[in-house]
Nanobody
């Protein structure tokens, strides 16, 4: 069993910043990849960013490139998403995800957290 717990969501005005955190625990592979997804009301869940264990492989969806940064602390089993220059269209529930196969690409995730709400007002 793998547990992923997100924190750091909240409300912010457009142009502001938030940092999401995710703590991983349980039976996860030693080289797991981590990622962030989001789901806005009435829309499908979409991939936001992914990072490999070694941090050598990073993936971002086009709409967040240059504004969001994914990072991880392997010793603490934590992954982070620094979100800058936030826009109203970034409003969504953000989910942390883990890939036992170690592949940070969008279709490779096995486990999901419960999500944290991010609301950006104009």
């Amino acid at each position: 069993q793998v547990q992923l717990v997100e924190s750091g969501g909240g409300s912010v005005q457009a142009g502001g910043s938030l940092k999401l955190s995710c703590a991983a625990s349980g039976r996860i592979s030693s080289t797991y990849a981590m990622g962030w997804f989001r789901q806005a009301p009435g829309k499908e869940r979409e991939f936001v960013a992914g990072i490999s264990w070694s941090r050598n492989a990073l993936y971002y969806t086009e709409s967040v490139k240059g504004r969001f940064t994914i990072s991880r602390d392997n010793a603490k089993k934590m992954v982070y998403l620094q979100m800058n220059s936030l826009k109203p269209e970034d409003t969504a529930v953000y989910y942390c995800a883990a890939s036992n196969r170690g592949d940070p690409r969008p279709d490779e995730y096995d486990y999901w957290g419960q999500g944290t709400q991010v609301t950006v007002s104009s």
